[in-house]
């Protein structure tokens, strides 16, 4: 399997690594072309100098069939056939066969594809699959949440990954002040430090939020191009909350620093965190 994995001394010619990530960019109907905000949302990630790019879930609206996972994924039909594309499945992409068509569209993807991990330069990205389809129905077969063997084969790829830098990648967030989807799904607050992660990525609820769990920094970030959604009572670990911005995160990774810049469509930076080891 042709993965992106760099093991020998991945910061010698590269001071700096860069990434890009958003969540919930899929269309129901594209019309005569690629909707604005999606195109200038992947115009703004193309930009970033990422070399590779992640995505949160619902990447094909409404329902993830196999015709619209080649069409939601068009635009990044060379960034595909260069492999430098991954994405968790969200909700809408698990709506049809629990979510065949996307893991078959993909087919460098490593593992069994709903859950896997991509090792880059000094970091490891743990994608999960946070199992619910637009119902509300678990269709994860290896389950979902702490006791579940998604969880054990999950938290065996990451310890096994010598790298420094570890991110968790899911669609539905354990965590979100959004008005409709508050307080997140329960079920995936796990002891994601005890998967020694630094930083958890998800979407679901369509704004940005950064939380603080513990000692894992928490982004929900479905700005991708879905309609954006209020912010209801606000939980205790939520830092910054930004609804109404379509974007994208700029992550950068130096051998002693993580940065996540959120910046808008205009390419505005509208929150900076930087993780230190």
Known sequence: MNTPTETDKPFIGHPRRVYAYTS???????????????TSVANLMKGLGAELYFFGGDNAYSSGTSGEVATNWAPWTDEIAAEKVYAALGNHDLDT?????TTSFFTYWPGNKRYYLVEHGDTAFLILNSGYNTA????????????????REAKKLISESKKRWKIGILHHSPYTSAANYRPGKTLWRIPYESLGLDLLLSGHSHNYERLTVGKVAHIVAGVGGASPVAFGSVLPQSVKRITGSYGALKISVDPDSLSVSFRNTSGDE???VELKK
Not at 97 to 101: C, E, Q, Y
Not at 137 to 146: H, M, T
């Open 24 to 38: 919930d960019h899929g269309v129901t109907s594209l019309g005569g072309g690629y909707p604005a905000i999606q």
């Open 97 to 101: 066969t629990d979510g065949s068509p």
């Open 136 to 151: 509300g129905a678990i269709v994860e077969p290896d389950g979902i949440g702490i006791s579940s063997t998604q969880f």
């Open 270 to 272: 509208l929150d900076f």
